[in-house]
DNA sequence: CACAGGTCCTAAAACGTTTACGCAAGCGCC
DNA sequence: GGCGCTTGCGTAAACGTTTTAGGACCTGTG
């Protein structure tokens, strides 16, 4: 007795595979006492409903698709994939969906999602990674499959359905903090600008400096991946210069810890002779510190938005003729130890009063 | 004409289902100029079979499942996940498999696998994060679904798939070359050892010390979880030791940066002053520098593990009663700049000649 | 000429569910 | 007592493939 399936079942019942069927299901048009007699057979034999009949029968996959793409050996694989992947995870768990991951070379992204589609393999994909004008919006919106991206595309017009954390102001509210701090000569360590999130970090960045008559200086922005090499190479570079920068901002854990590392070289410490405000995606394995943060940092737990997306997706495979939905997280600011006003004399230069 | 089927196309062509999908499928007993007919009219259509009545049909699920946990709240999420994922998924793509992940709760993992083998959603699975005496092992054996472990599990008789680095000859050989370099206070900064692969690590560092006729001290011996500031603490509180240790072997990447961040706190360089030898599981976005490495390391690709486990899984699915197979790499010892001969006077502790 | 053995194709039965439709019994109501 | 409604169940047809069992037609051979 492998596996025991409904027909089986409902002749050790004495009743039809449909009473069966509905019983399990819940339908109501099924005596009470018999659907606890059925209720308690299938526990009795441990059956449960095979899935690849259920999908085939109600055509539907009962599925959503994640692409995971970027394997050419020089680019870098999302740090937070694993995390998001988690909190959407948990929303199908619940809901009895399953989810099927996809891992594809860089430039069959958009085949993989035609094939998940005309397979009939998912009832909905979500998207990592926007990019500004992202092509992946119209190829999905062509194939008519139900998606949702995680982040927005700058340069699009026209209406998707996307889960974000409001990049812009997370930056420009710390920008602002460290303006009010003091501080004048501040530093983007940024991510690569192709990268939706990044051009909207430094919006943020650029206005808040805007706001109060300043002008970005072009030697104290830098844009590259975000790995702690590239952060600590950004920071050593700009410390170096004649007028260093007292702040930065860094784009993500790991290039924090890299500008962190920069600044504790020249012996400098962090949070008073420099600041340091970096965006924290609350990943699991890259913590912000135990019980109090270490760095101050805009926050937004990345696994959350993996629930919310997942919500989405599943609301929309149950009305997909629903307009666009879309959710703007805002991040909050976690003062941590990272930051403090501008003392006099600034970084790595005694002031010799 | 949503999505065309295969008795569509047959008709369009004026052919039995039978021959269509034969002709597709690539079975001898099709003329071949036929062949090419219902070739070119698929392409022509872009007709892709549909999943989920091949699922049934053929009463595979051409998929293999893999169950992430360790979702409780307090719990780390492991780093490599997103990393093994993609050399796993590789795999599946170029064989028309597809991978799906459960998101479960810590204490339901086990239901997870139950569950995915009765509902027939997946052919085999693969098991992470092993521990020692691990359940799980007999867990999928009752069950009869293959399986393939990623580690191996100390203190299990029982035989079983899995795929698994040489942790302990690692830590012994990168002890060994401390020991050559003149180190004798060698410190270990473990990952936390109901994970198996810590313990193999400590047994291969503890036995080189003992061929050297050394013994390990237990107060240069830490075991906790693989962060930047557990390894920052540890070896901050290592080396304000009466006798600190010259030389730390360090679990992973992260780990690595904290011992390297309290190292450089001290005004001591690193490679110079203190040695520095971690775990590179080569991850994505945790490089170990970009062409010359930063740190020594015993360097093991996930990656590629997780490419061997799939791989494995699928052999497996294909031979199912074949005995048990394992596999087991050997790490790489790179190195990096990490590492150099002990200094006499040692570590913070000017010596005054 | 009969027959064996290819070659190429078809009809129909799987696979294990869901679901549209139908039907019998029971009940209340005029 | 006939009518309509509800309750509870069964029959059979889907869903879109693969696969088993054959069958028609040709070709060569004795």
Redesign the pocket.
């Known amino acids: 007795m492998p596996?025991?399936?409904?027909?089986?079942?409902?002749s050790k019942l004495?009743?039809?595979?449909?009473?069966?069927?509905?019983?399990?299901?819940g339908?109501?048009?099924?005596?009470?006492?018999?659907?606890d007699r059925v209720m308690a057979a299938a526990k009795r034999h441990n059956?449960?409903?095979?899935a690849?009949?259920?999908r085939?029968?109600?055509?539907r996959a009962m599925a959503v698709g994640h692409v995971m793409s970027g394997l050419t050996r020089n680019e870098i694989m999302n740090p937070i994939f694993a995390d998001f992947i988690a909190g959407a995870g948990e929303v199908y768990s619940q809901n009895g969906y399953d989810m099927m991951l996809s891992v594809v070379s860089n430039d069959s992204e958009e085949a993989a999602y035609r094939d998940l589609a005309s397979r009939?393999a998912v009832d909905g994909v979500i998207v990592h990674s926007v990019k500004r004008h992202d092509p992946r919006i119209k190829v999905l919106s062509d194939i008519g499959l139900p998606a949702v991206f995680h982040g927005r595309a700058t340069g699009t017009e026209a209406a998707y359905n996307w889960v974000d954390v409001n990049n812009r102001r997370a930056f420009l509210r710390a920008t602002e903090f460290l303006l009010d701090l003091g501080h004048r000569r501040i530093a983007l360590v940024n991510g690569l600008e192709y990268m939706d999130f990044a051009i909207r970090r430094r919006t943020g960045y650029t206005d808040a400096l805007a706001a109060r008559g300043m002008t970005a200086d072009p030697a104290l922005m830098v844009s590259d991946e975000m790995t702690e090499l590239s952060g600590y190479r950004a920071a050593a570079q700009m410390l170096d210069l004649p007028d260093p920068p007292t702040a930065f901002l860094a784009a993500s854990m790991l290039s924090g810890m890299g500008v962190r590392r920069a600044i504790e070289a020249r012996g400098l410490q962090i949070g008073r002779d420099v600041s340091v405000i970096l965006f924290d995606d609350d990943l699991s394995y890259l913590r912000n510190g135990e019980d109090v943060p270490i760095f101050t940092a805009t926050r937004s737990s990345v696994r959350h938005a993996g629930r919310l997306a997942a919500q989405m997706v599943l609301d929309l495979i149950a009305a997909p003729d629903t307009a666009p939905r879309t959710h703007l997280l805002e991040a909050e600011l976690i003062i941590g130890q990272s930051t403090g006003p501008l003392v006099h004399g600034g970084a790595g230069h005694a002031d010799p009063l």
Chains 1, 2 share one sequence.
């Open positions: 596996t025991m399936n409904l027909k089986e079942l409902a004495g009743l039809s595979p449909t009473t069966v069927s509905r019983a399990l299901n339908y109501p048009e099924v005596n009470e006492t018999t659907r059956y449960r409903p095979n690849r009949a259920i085939l029968a109600t055509g009939g």
